[in-house]
């Protein structure tokens, strides 16, 4: 079988969905690779090294679809909502993709691939357990957003983040406050910390207070609990405004207090929680700094304006998204490692088995047979369950 990478085609995307390191393991299992040209440049891997590792070169996007029988991507179409729908004339009957597909955001783009009658995999929809975990590219790129937030932030802050004692007088150290302690949120205070700061984290969900002190982070205890915080895949469930609301008021005072705010509270499938102000931002003192990682979701602080960094009341506030791409190189090299393990999972004797008793193979397909066979997709449009034949 061949595997196809075609170049990621998102404005400004660097990442690439194969490094070279993984070509000779597919190769072992009996499946060879194929990349569009110049597909791996920005991310820091030349067509040569793809070559030397045993992969083909394609010249043009086109050949790959052609040729290809799995075509892996990092923003498909649905998740590239610019310029993915160029790809449907060229995906065929059968063909397999795999990729973000972002299967919860608009309907009619997980049709559209359902249409083109591909077979297709969302990364999005990896179970989050233990034997998936080497699988999960929302985590690999979550580390990469949490870390990148943290630099950003620190680029941008008119302030030193470690405490140093010198001759010229102390420097106290940065306060920095991270909000929604999953995974980016947790390698925000790692990386926070490292650079010195004195980092603290709140979240909803009760059960992340000892990873974060853990990490050296204080968390940050609200006189108020969320109902059913978790649900059953370890994601936070959404509460109801009068729960924001004193969320809000609470978690005021502890805004006012910082130096930078990291908000990454997401909630799959929904808008996210508005969990910084307008009035909270008009207490934090000049030159102090919010990086939004939820900005693509509607962002978690109220003045967020998606991909622009703009200053409100002398505070930054940074609404870059797709923050992994500006990481490209290693956010590519976890990428292509999830994939990889996903793949094979997948292939036995060089053939693709779709193993539907398999939790991974069975919550990951979206679509197959021209259908939306995925019964949480189906469920969450409202679409009707389907008859088994
Ligand atoms: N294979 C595995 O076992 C595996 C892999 C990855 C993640 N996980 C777990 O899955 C969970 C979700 O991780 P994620 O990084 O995908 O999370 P996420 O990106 O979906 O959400 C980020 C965080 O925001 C928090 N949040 C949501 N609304 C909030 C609010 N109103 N106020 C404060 N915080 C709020 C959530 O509780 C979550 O911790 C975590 O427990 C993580 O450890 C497990």
Partial sequence: MLVGVPREIFPGERRVALVPAVVPN?????????????????????????????????????????????????????????TGKGDLPLL??????????????????????????????????????????????????????????????????????????????????????????????????????????????????????????????????????????????????????????????????????????????VIPGKKSPVLVTKEMVEAMAPGSVIVDLAAERGGNCELTRMEEKIVEHGVSIIGTINLASAVPYHASQMYAKNLTNFLLNMVKDGQLSLNMDDEIVRSTLVTQGGEIVNPRIREFFSLPALVAQ
């Fill in 26 to 82: 597919l190769k072992k299992a009996g499946l060879e690779v194929i990349l569009e040209a110049g597909a791996g440049a920005e991310a820091g891997y030349p067509d040569a090294e793809y070559t030397a590792k045993g992969a083909t070169l394609a010249a043009d996007r086109t050949e790959v679809f052609a040729k290809a029988d799995i075509i892996l991507q990092v923003l498909s179409h649905g998740s590239n909502d610019r």
């Fill in 92 to 265: 065929r009957k059968g063909q397999v993709l795999i990729g973000f597909l972002r299967p919860m955001g608009d309907v009619h783009t997980v049709q559209d691939i359902a249409a083109a009658g591909a077979t297709s995999f969302s990364v999005e929809l990896m179970p989050r357990t233990t034997r998936a975990q080497s699988m999960d590219a929302l985590s690999s790129m979550g580390t990469i957003c949490g870390y990148k937030a943290v630099v950003l932030a620190a680029d941008t802050l008119p302030r030193l983040f470690p405490m140093l004692t010198t001759a010229a007088g102390t420097i106290t150290p940065a306060r920095v406050l991270v909000m929604g302690a999953g995974v980016a949120g947790l390698q925000a205070i790692a990386t926070a910390r490292r650079l010195g700061a004195v980092v603290s984290a709140y979240d909803l969900r009760p059960a992340v207070k000892e990873q974060v002190q853990s990490l050296g982070g204080r968390f940050v205890e609200l006189d108020i609990e969320a109902k059913d915080a978790q649900d059953a895949g370890g994601y936070a469930k959404a509460q109801d405004e009068s729960f924001y609301q004193r969320q809000r008021d609470l978690l005021g005072k502890v805004v006012a207090q910082q130096d930078v705010v990291i908000t990454a509270a």
